[in-house]
């Protein structure tokens, strides 16, 4: 029987400029091989292939930068979360930073929504007419693949609070889209969604999660 003493730590880090370009699976073994560097006691399973206890909440798209994620670990000791954070920052690669260290408050089933931040290189007048146009829709109708092929999702009940800032010919996208396990919507739909009935197909520069929410749009932690 396993006896081994278990604390709970919720690690809130940024993934940043080229470390969005790293795969899920690449990033779990990154924070493995920062967690063994650092020296915190972390805790592992039992039996005849130990590995560490560690949980992301919602993996990002490749590409798409985080600025608030979160990965669940387990120690075996209890350390300060100032130290936590401190160690494995020293031991992390450039464009991964721990945020803060803390103890876990909510379930990562209770993720329901993302912001995110989409930037793109356009006209931000003719960008801010075709968000407007779509977002006065009541359907709109895009194409998403899943492992079955192409179908059509209407996903105009998937996002909220589509607005878009700019100024000359840099533009800003802040939208909320569904997120977490049953559910998860990728703001490029709604990039295609403004190609397909507007006409409109900007330079797409970057996307950025700001933020996890749960179904009451209050703060992850």
Known sequence: MDQIASYPVRLFFKKEGR????????????????????GIPARYTMGFNPHLYRTFALPLSLGVE?????????????????????????????GIEIIKAAKPVLDPKEIMWADYSVFL????????????????RDEINVDKKTKKG???????????????????????????C???VETNLNPSLILDA???????????????RNRLLTKDFALFE
Do not use: W
């Not at 356009?122 to 968000?131: H, M, N, P, Q, T």
């Not at 403004?194 to 950025?208: D, Q």
């Open 194 to 208: 403004l190609n397909r009935y507007e006409g409109f197909e900007p330079y797409f520069t970057k996307t950025a």
């Open 178 to 180: 569904r997120a977490g």
């Open 121 to 136: 290189d356009c006209d931000s007048k003719l960008a801010a007419e075709a968000v407007g146009r779509l977002k006065a």
């Open 19 to 38: 470390a969005c370009y790293i795969s899920h699976l690449d990033l779990s073994r990154c924070m493995s091989r920062a967690i063994i560097r650092s």
């Open 66 to 94: 985080g600025k608030m994620e979160i990965c669940d670990i387990k120690l075996t000791d209890e350390l300060p979360f100032f130290e936590i954070s401190q160690r494995l920052n020293n031991s992390l690669p450039e």
């Open 150 to 176: 192409i179908k059509q999702q209407n996903i105009r009940e998937l996002f909220t609070d589509l607005e878009i800032t700019g100024e000359g010919f840099k533009s800003r996208i802040d939208v909320r």
